[in-house]
């Protein structure tokens, strides 16, 4: 696959932003999950750039979702905290691990060439089979008369285990934080209210993405050009779809957007 090197400003990607942006609105999904595959695929953008520049951008969008999250009172701080204590480390870790394999923005090709689009795809099979069978887990976990006995004995040392494998696949693939971390959070706390557990993952994905984002800055694997036209689009695409996300068949669109991203990585991952 030819990948584009350098990025010159292209009406098409604001407007692509606007439509993710929409969707992201509508159903909550991240934008990574999304947003990178299609600059990977439909734009031919280089898979190391496009998950460096969706980072930071989703760093910039979520921050602003953060801050009304807490205003409302959504966020619960100690499982945000659990989450960012291994998710932190391990974006750093992987981020070293980029370093050292030679991954670079432009020029020739490098180890990670291979690595990322696998990754991306995994992570993207991943986050669809979480919206396929969210509810399905979310009722069994709900069921279990033992859930109580598994919370407390052992759901803070789980919490900041989710938080790594997170933290990792998402300075991979910039995909995760939103579907996988929601579906994780509620089958390990049940009893807490949805939008406490939207809001706590929401405010996790904040410091996360800011530091796997400026980790692939530090790499050069991050184009302002492409970051500006996406956040053009996007900003007001998001608080579109949000205010329309009341009056659209979630479901169904949860469905069709699951069915879309389990093609999508499997492309990714034969390619």
Known sequence: MHYIMDIVFNPALPVSGFVVGLLVGLTGVGGGSLMTPLLVLGFGIRPVTAVGTDLLYAAMTKSGGSWVHHRHGNIDWTITGRLAAGSVPAAGLTLLLLAQLGVQGHGDRDATEGLIPVALGVALLLTATSLMFRRRLLERARRRSASVYFRHRHVAGLT??????????????????????????????????????????????????????????????????????????????????????????????????????????????LA
Do not use: C, N
């Open 160 to 269: 900041v285990l989710v938080g790594a494998i997170v933290g990792m696949l998402v300075t991979i693939s910039s995909v995760g934080a939103g579907a996988l971390g929601v579906t994780a959070l509620s089958f390990l706390y049940p009893q807490l209210e949805t939008r406490r557990v939207v809001g706590s993952d929401i405010a996790h994905a904040v410091p996360l993405t800011l530091v796997a984002g400026f980790g692939h800055w530090w790499l050069g694997t991050v184009d302002v050009v492409l970051l500006v036209s996406l956040l053009i689009g996007s900003l007001p695409g998001i608080a579109l779809g949000a205010h329309f996300a009341a009056k659209v068949p979630e479901r169904a669109l949860r469905g069709l957007l699951a069915s879309v991203l389990l093609l999508v990585g499997g492309k990714l991952i």
